[in-house]
């Protein structure tokens, strides 16, 4: 695929997702008293968070040792994991009944202090990281490396805020 073909495809997807995302949030199923492993997703979101999260400082580890084979697969497994959690949460979100973060207080400005910005960049993030996985995967190290300085902090504090948000929401998800 042409690099230009490739970018019209990442402009139409990074558009799409996110406003896909918002219209389930305003336009929700939620299924009252759903099946029980519904319920269950939100940890496993986490987790997969929380692995996308180790992948990613373990592929910065490993083409720092100049280990690019290592790198190439820890990249390519957090991006697998972070597609089947966009899934994934998009189908929770649409079944699910909307939760309310309960806290009081400082903790409930710190809460959404890390939730919107969490917010924020997951709704940027996905050209940045489309645009590094293929310039990567073409062989265009230097226009790789210059976008990849950008996209993995980003990526790293997404993965990172989306564990804590689920700490800090847990006790309030519907049981």
Same mark, same amino acid.
């Given at each position: 695929? @042409?690099?230009?073909?490739?970018?019209?495809?990442?402009?139409?997807?990074? $558009?799409?997702?996110?406003?896909?995302?918002?219209?389930?949030?305003?336009?929700?199923?939620?299924?009252?008293?759903?099946?029980?492993?519904?319920? @269950?997703?939100?940890?496993?979101?986490? +987790?997969?968070?929380?692995?996308?999260?180790?992948?990613?400082?373990?592929?910065?580890?490993?083409? #720092?040792? #100049?280990?690019?084979?290592?790198? @190439? +697969?820890?990249?390519?497994?957090? +991006?697998?994991?972070?597609?089947?959690?966009?899934?994934?949460?998009?189908?929770?979100?649409?079944?699910?009944?909307?939760?309310?973060?309960?806290?009081?207080?400082?903790?409930?400005?710190?809460?959404?202090?890390?939730?919107?910005?969490?917010?924020?960049?997951?709704? $940027?993030?996905?050209?940045?990281?489309?645009?590094?996985?293929?310039?990567?995967?073409?062989?265009?190290?230097? #226009?790789?490396?210059?976008?990849? @300085?950008?996209?993995?902090?980003?990526?790293?504090?997404?993965?990172?805020?989306?564990?804590?948000?689920?700490?800090?929401?847990?006790?309030?998800?519907?049981?």
């Amino acid at each position: 695929m @042409k690099e230009s073909s490739f970018l019209r495809l990442v402009t139409i997807v990074s $558009i799409a997702i996110p406003v896909a995302v918002a219209v389930i949030f305003y336009l929700p199923l939620g299924l009252t008293g759903g099946p029980l492993w519904l319920s @269950k997703l939100p940890a496993f979101h986490a +987790t997969l968070n929380g692995a996308c999260f180790v992948l990613l400082l373990l592929a910065l580890m490993f083409i #720092k040792n #100049k280990r690019i084979d290592l790198h @190439k +697969t820890c990249m390519l497994i957090a +991006t697998s994991l972070s597609l089947v959690f966009l899934l994934s949460y998009v189908f929770y979100h649409i079944l699910a009944p909307q939760s309310h973060y309960g806290g009081e207080g400082v903790i409930r400005t710190v809460y959404f202090t890390i939730l919107l910005t969490h917010i924020a960049l997951a709704a $940027i993030i996905l050209p940045f990281v489309l645009i590094s996985l293929y310039r990567g995967l073409t062989g265009q190290i230097d #226009k790789h490396r210059k976008i990849a @300085k950008i996209t993995l902090p980003m990526w790293l504090y997404v993965t990172l805020t989306g564990v804590i948000v689920y700490l800090m929401m847990s006790p309030y998800y519907p049981a």
